[in-house]
Structures are given as C-alpha cells and as structure tokens.
C-alpha cells in the first residue's frame, strides 16, 4: 500500500474539504433555527496504535498514535490525531494533525477500517528526516468488537514524508472505544433530551497547565555529556473524563517555554483516582505514561512517566485552582525532574434534578483546522533557509464567553500546529489566549486574537521557547456550522530573534457541549 502522491498545499486542501464535506448540508440561514436541536449527541471514538517504522540506516522506531474521532455521517469519522516516538533513538519525534476513517462492517462484531492523516512535525534531526515536517499515513485492517464500545484491530500501514526520508509499511495493533460524548453540531437555543440521554452525561474538567521542571543531579542533555540545565517552564492544555465518582483518565500535552530546552514537548494520557476532602476540596492521585523528547532533552526512545499528586480547590462554582506535585522521568536515560504545576480548571459536571432539563445549559464552541505561514521579519529568525517561509498545519479550539444572540463575543482559545514545508520539520508551536468576533452586515463577520505560549524545533530561533501571536482575520459563515477565517497576523520570540509574519485560512465548525446551567 503507498500513500497518495500529493504536494504539500494540495494535501492540506484535502483535508479542509474533508471537514467541510463532512459538516452537514448547506441551509439558507446563518443562525441556528429557533428552537431545540433534535439531533443525537455525537457519537467520539478514542483509540490508540502501536507500530515500528523503519529509517534510512535500518533504524527502526516505535511509533504509538492517539486519536480522538468524531461520527459526521455514516462510515465517516474526523478527528484529531498525534504520532510520537516511544522506543528507538528519537524521543520527541512527534507530530500532530488531521485524521478521517472509514468503517464498514463486515458482520456484528467485526469491521473494516480504513483511513488517511494529514499532519505535520517531526523530532531529532527532523529536518533530515522529515523534510518539511509533512507526514501522510494510510491504513488498511480489520477491528473486532469485544464487550461494550471496545475494539482491538490489526492491520497495515503506510507513512511518507514527501520532503524528506521518511517512507515505510509496517503491521499495527489497535485498541479504540466508542462513546456517547456531550458534544452536539452547531449552537442551538435549547436541546430536546429525553431521560435516556441523560445516562451517558459525565463529568469532565478542561484546564490550562503551567509546569515547572527541577532536574535531579547528573542529568544530561541528549548527547550523555553535556550537563542538562537546572529547570524547565511548560505551558500547555488537560482534558479529564471521570469514568466514576473516582476514577478518571486524562490526556496533556505541553511545551518548554522556559530554559534550554526550545522545541521539547509531550503527550501524556494517564489515568488517576479522585478521594474528596470537602465539598470544595479534592485530592488526586494519577499516573501518565507517553512520548516526550525534543530540545536536547535525554528521553532516549521518548517514553516518559509522570507519577504524581494534586490538590484542587473549587473557587469559583465552575472553576477550580489545582496545584501538583509529581516524579518525571524517562525510565531508560538520564532524564530525572520534579514537577510543580499549577492548573486553572473550567468544569463540564454532571447535570442532577428529576427532570431531563433540569440543571442543564449548553457550551458553545469551535474547531479550526488551521493552515498558517510564516514569513520571516528579521534576517536571522531561523538558522537555516532564511529565505524560506514555513507552512504549519493545526487545530484552535474556541471556547465562546458571551451569548450568541450578541453581535460582540468574548472567547478564550487555544491552538496547536506543525510545520509541513519550508525545510522546518520538527517545529510546533502551542498557543492559549483570548480573542473577540464581531458580527459585520450579512455573514461577514471580523476577529481578533491575542496569544501566548510555547515554540520550538525546526531550526526556528525561538530562545527558550517562549512566543507570542496576534492575529486579525475577516470570516464568512457558510452554514449555521461552518465558516472560513483568513487573518494577518504577527508572531515572535520574547528572548530571541524569531519574528515572522503570519498569513492564516481556517476551517471553522460550531459545536456545543453540554454542561450543569449557570447558578
């Protein structure tokens, strides 16, 4: 099986298709109809694979995916996906983008599965390997369904980096879950609930994470000599589900912004148990276990464990304050560190009353699929092809603050993106801010956004891998659900050289999640 022979722009062009194709019909109106939306919830599948890569030099590289898919019509799944290196001699070799799937059942219990990412990254030496930092990845087999919502397949896959070196078919294995979520397409007044529905409502917190890293003695950099630097920062993002009062699992993924260590990053799904302490306090216990690496730091393979304990504090009554404390490490190299993290948390809970609409409010959001190109604004903002611009490739979650009938809307954001092309595999960037869209004549409307966060990797001069990002944009809203933003923008290191001009286009899909009613 081969991947699909695509340019870099054309590839990233199919995947917006995909999304717009999968978003629903066309309707007349740019608002949700009034009333209640008869929809079902959407049905999300989260799965995991394991598979070895072979590399120029027969190297070989254990590679674990991570997706999270959504139901769009029937046989028809997009989602969000990421790739890391966990055994070999690349830790932080990770990327991140698009994945659509296709499953046809071949009887009860069993399906064919077929299915196409689109992203972008890359790791140690990733610009020899990765070329520009595009990955597209096929695969083709067979899942078989065992107890309820869980599947385990095995199949065939195919991974090309068109830019650089990169170019194997391997077996994987595969584990997935299917679920109801809380998650309903576009922004409706209200939504119709019968008491069946409410069975599968759950909790489930969302959270921004800053991190400091302390390094044990006798920690090295990657090349087992060099004396690694005392202390990392790291900003990034957390979703937790709860599976009982108790028991939860969880998925975070940050980024150095702070240090020596420009471009690490990691993707840590974990699990963990909550005890009560009051009725405003809890204590948790979690474990995580996933790839890490980049920025020199010496993860090895990139199997890195977090092993740790947290306080949480509800401050406000759908905020909480979360301080942790955990171990860090890699289990087969040097790299060793305490972590002290502090997390500011919004609640999605579990709604109570008799009723089926009782306590319940919808959340109104969005997803971006987001192309973005650099232009270089200084002679030496990356140290290499400074003539190049960079394409990255990602998503931006919006989480919107004001009410929908007002023409002005506050909304808090977050991004993450790869670069693809320009001789810059490897950089990715993590971002979190806040932004406002205002309604213009017709279904023009205008957006601003100011953002902050981690950036590395790729040869871009980023220092410590602190960056900041403001964009302006001018939008159309096609459907109800589905809009196109083009904006300007400017991003740039805050202790080093790197300043680029920003040309962005993105895919925008509304959705709403369902939540306990505001007090």
């Not at 139901?71 to 055994?87: C, W």
């Not at 046809?104 to 064919?112: A, F, M």
């Not at 860090?328 to 948390?345: D, E, L």
């Not at 932004?435 to 950036?455: D, K």
Request: aromatic share 8%; proline share 4%; net charge positive.
């Amino acid at each position: 099986m081969t991947a699909p022979a695509l340019s870099s722009h054309k590839t990233v062009l199919l995947v917006l298709s995909m999304l717009l194709a999968g978003g629903g019909q066309a309707q007349q109106a740019v608002q949700e109809p009034a009333g209640a939306n008869s929809e079902p919830a959407k049905k999300l599948t989260w799965s995991l694979s394991h598979e070895t890569w072979s590399l120029p030099g027969n190297e070989r590289m254990g590679m674990v995916g991570g997706r999270v898919l959504m139901d769009v019509m029937p046989h028809l799944q997009l989602g969000v996906a990421s790739y890391g290196a966990v055994r070999g001699e690349r830790g932080g070799f990770i990327t991140l983008g698009g994945e659509a799937q296709t499953r046809w059942p071949l009887g009860e219990q069993r399906d064919l599965v077929g299915g196409l990412f689109v992203g972008g990254g890359g790791g140690r030496d990733g610009r020899t390997l990765a070329g520009g930092g595009l990955m597209v990845r096929t695969h083709l087999g067979l899942e078989q369904q065992f107890g309820s919502g869980h599947r385990v397949g095995l199949g065939v896959s195919h991974v090309d980096f068109p830019d650089g070196r990169i170019r194997s078919t391997q077996p994987y294995l595969s584990y997935a879950y299917d679920f109801d979520s809380h998650l309903y397409g576009g922004w409706p007044e209200r939504l119709n609930l019968g008491r069946s529905d409410r069975a599968w409502l759950s909790e489930q917190e969302f959270a921004v994470t800053g991190r400091h890293y302390q390094f044990a003695r006798g920690v090295t950099r990657d090349d087992g000599v060099t004396p690694q630097h005392r202390s990392m920062q790291l900003l990034g993002a957390q979703w937790t589900g709860y599976l009982s009062p108790h028991w939860f699992v969880t998925l975070e993924a940050e980024g150095a912004l702070g240090g020596q260590n420009a471009g690490y990053m990691q993707i840590l799904p974990g699990l963990g148990y909550r005890l009560p302490l009051t009725a405003q306090q809890m204590l948790k216990l979690h474990a995580s276990l996933g790839p890490a690496g980049g920025g020199g730091a010496d993860t090895g393979g990139g199997t890195l464990t977090d092993v740790g304990v947290s306080w949480q504090v509800r401050v406000l009554p759908r905020q909480s304050l979360e301080l942790t404390l955990s171990d860090v490490r890699a289990p087969s190299q040097s790299f060793h560190a305490t972590s002290v993290g502090i997390k500011w948390v919004h609640h999605l809970q579990r709604p109570g009353g008799d009723s089926p609409a009782d306590g319940l409010d919808t959340e109104r959001l969005r997803m971006r699929l987001v192309n973005q190109t650099y232009r270089g604004a200084s002679a030496d903002w990356r140290c290499c092809y400074p003539d190049q611009r960079v394409e990255n490739l990602g998503l931006q979650l919006d989480y919107m603050l004001s009410p929908a009938s007002e023409s002005r809307q506050w909304f808090l954001s977050g991004q993450g993106l790869a670069a693809y092309k320009g001789q810059a595999g490897a950089y990715m960037t993590g971002l979190v801010g806040a932004g406002v869209h205002q309604r213009l004549s017709g279904r023009w409307h205008a957006e601003a956004e100011a953002l902050v966060g981690a950036a590395g990797g790729g040869g871009l001069r980023t220092g410590g891998g602190l960056v900041a990002q403001a964009n302006a944009g001018l939008g159309y809203q096609f459907t109800p659900r589905l809009a196109l933003l083009a904006s300007v923008g400017r991003i740039q290191a805050v202790n080093d050289s790197f300043k680029a001009n920003v040309l962005g286009v993105s895919a925008v899909y509304r959705f709403s999640a369902l939540s306990v009613a505001r007090p």
